[in-house]
């Protein structure tokens, strides 16, 4: 016959629902507690019947991350950090991408798998705000990246424009005035983009530089590509330095320099966001305004869950509250 959680209980010494919370990953178990229960379960053999409790607590214990793209290195990595804090709490993540399409957007949160999980972490890029606050599904959702909640719905990220500003302070401060910047959008819904411009133009009036529209150049992404065609389509302005609204952009912008003969930083030096674990690594190293990804994800995980809590009854009224975490701008080859 098969050990149950009154097996476990007897043999660690605990209660049932002891044995219960160390299961579902609940905080404030001691770690001796939580020792002996795993040493129980590992001699009984105790195996979660994971259906049954999702028939009674109406959980399934799985989440879901929905981002644009996972080739973008900063997804993968918010990803990474998104399964990790889950794992902590004693979930799964349903990772589900949506190439930035605004009906596959819709469908992640109303389709199938939007039923079949807890709740959703959510990075949209062509859904606005109203496309998701009047989704059919009632499960929950936490937003990270370009919309922002407004009070409406959670949504956990840094502050795009201080970022920006910090990026570009760090070019002017350096002597640079003919500063580029490559990633702007026409599409006025991204948050993301407004900000990183605004901070972008402040940075400049503050340093006494006028902001000049031939120095901007539009995306129609954040990819590598679109960096290098756009520091190609810069090379001819006399720029000497370049702010890149993404990392993958400012890499993209680093090659293209070098096919172009610029040297990267005496000639032109190169800034991005987002702080990914490529730029340390590239030719000259990347400096680069690092978010705290690991901080993004766990509120982000913590924040749904405590919707979740709300939504079931076993918790307080969730928080609608935009929540801004930290960053770092990381100094290296390419602007030294």
């Known amino acids: 016959m098969p050990a149950t959680q009154e097996d476990v209980a007897r043999l660690a010494g605990v209660s049932r629902k002891t044995v219960s ?7 404030h178990i001691s770690k001796d507690v939580a020792t002996r229960v795993a040493a129980a379960i590992i001699e009984l053999g105790y195996t979660p019947n994971h259906a049954a409790r999702s028939l009674r607590t109406g ?9 644009p793209e996972l080739e973008v290195s900063y997804f ?9 804090a889950a794992e902590e709490r004693g979930l799964s993540v349903l990772i589900r991408q949506t190439r930035g399409d605004r009906e596959r957007e819709r469908l992640a949160l109303e389709g199938s798998n939007g039923d079949a999980t807890d709740g959703t972490i959510l990075s949209p890029v ?3 705000l109203a496309a998701i606050v ?18 409406m719905l959670p949504h956990i990220g840094i502050d795009n424009e201080a970022a920006a500003y910090a ?16 990633g702007a959008q026409r599409d006025q819904m991204s948050h993301m983009a407004r900000m990183r411009r605004n901070g972008y133009e402040r940075a400049l009036r503050d340093a006494g530089l006028d902001v000049d529209e031939g120095l901007v150049r539009y995306t129609d992404g954040y990819h590598r590509r679109e960096g290098a065609a756009g520091l190609r389509d810069l090379a001819s302005t006399g720029l000497d330095a370049a702010f890149c609204a993404t990392d993958l952009l400012a890499l993209g912008a680093i090659r293209a320099a070098r096919d ?20 340390a690594y590239s030719v000259p190293r990347l400096s680069t305004v690092a978010p705290d ?11 749904l869950l405590q919707a979740i809590d709300a939504q079931t009854g076993t918790g307080d009224s969730p928080d609608w509250s935009e929540e801004v975490v930290g960053f770092e701008l990381v100094q290296r080859e390419s602007t030294s």
């Open 260 to 279: 172009l003969g610029i040297d990267v930083p005496t000639d032109l030096a190169i800034v991005g966001i987002d702080g990914l674990d490529e730029g």
């Open 21 to 27: 919370n160390v299961v579902n990953g609940f905080p």
């Open 167 to 182: 990026a570009t302070e760090h070019l002017t401060r350096s002597g640079r005035r003919r500063v580029g910047f490559i």
């Open 126 to 128: 062509s859904s606005d």
């Open 134 to 151: 009047s989704r059919k599904s009632t499960a929950p959702v936490v937003l990270v990246g370009e919309v922002a909640g407004d009070g």
């Open 293 to 303: 990804k690991k901080a993004i994800a766990t509120r982000a995980v913590e924040r």
């Open 59 to 67: 959980r399934t214990g799985t989440i879901q991350l929905v981002v």
């Open 76 to 84: 993968a990595e918010l990803a990474q950090w998104v399964v990790a």
